[in-house]
């Protein structure tokens, strides 16, 4: 008699996880974490840098000076270490259970993916209002009496927002990295349950990452299955997010080059 873990296209089209249960199902319970909280996450960091930047930009260069050296060493230091010993004591079940409720653990765990990310998002922005800012065009709107907000909302934005749109591709896919570090490192989202030392540790919601890093031991055994399926469902997100926002770019190059020739 056949016992779990299933092959592929035996009980299940993908197989079945340690317990017997479908991949599938479990890929499709764990795509509404994976996908939704990296959105979400990703949200809040444009949200919250634009705003910052929208402050800073104009700043003059002595006192944005010293805010960009206080933000830049947060690109240099691995936001997994930072978000490892910070998340640890939360996440990870203490041999009595959880004393807070998955949401407030679920919670904390997104705030602090979005804290870690927004210093050098934030630098990042508003370098590229101060480009904008130093344009001919600013200047002439300026001497013309236009107001600092008004050049804001309509000299600005409208020279910023395409790349706002391809950095948010850009911070989906960080942010899935960053999930697949902490799912590594046996940090997974939303808490990690681990009983005793004789129970491996396993994830709570199903997100992807936490399947990998619960189950990556299976990965040279006789059932690698178990942790390519949720590898391959990840890697195939990352490279669609990478190619539409390929494509977007490739959509704003050729906008921007058509508009050159008409003004030429």
Request: glycine share 6%; hydrophobic share 45%.
């Amino acid at each position: 008699m056949d016992r779990p873990p299933y092959a592929p296209f035996t009980e299940y089209v993908l197989g079945s996880d340690p317990f017997g249960y479908d991949l599938v199902h479990l890929m499709v319970e764990g795509a509404k974490w994976t996908i939704g909280i990296t959105i979400t996450i990703v949200i809040l960091r444009m949200l919250f840098s634009i705003i910052l930047a929208s402050f800073i930009y104009s700043l003059n260069n002595r006192i944005y000076s010293c805010i960009k050296t206080i933000f830049e060493p947060f690109s240099v230091v691995p936001q997994t270490i930072i978000a490892y010993f910070i998340l640890f004591s939360v996440l990870w079940m203490p041999l009595d259970g959880f004393h807070t409720p998955f949401w407030l653990r679920a919670s904390f765990q997104v705030f602090i993916l979005v804290a870690l990310a927004i210093p050098s998002l934030t630098i990042h922005i508003s370098g590229e209002m101060r480009h904008v800012e130093k344009e001919d065009f600013i200047e002439v709107s300026r001497t013309l009496g236009s107001s600092k907000r008004y050049i804001f909302f309509k000299h600005i934005i409208p020279h910023v927002y395409e790349k706002w749109i391809i950095s948010f591709g850009q911070q989906f896919i960080q942010t899935l990295q960053l999930l697949a570090h902490l799912g590594f490192m046996k940090l997974f989202f939303g808490g990690t349950h681990y009983p005793d030392d004789d129970t491996p540790p396993r994830t709570i919601s199903y997100e992807w990452s936490g399947v990998i890093g619960g189950d990556i031991s299976y990965l040279y055994s006789l059932q690698p299955w178990i942790v390519l399926v949720p590898i391959g469902f990840f890697i195939v997100t990352a490279i669609s997010v990478a190619l539409i926002n390929q494509s977007v770019k490739a959509y704003f190059e050729n906008k921007t080059m058509v508009r050159l020739k008409k003004d030429n």
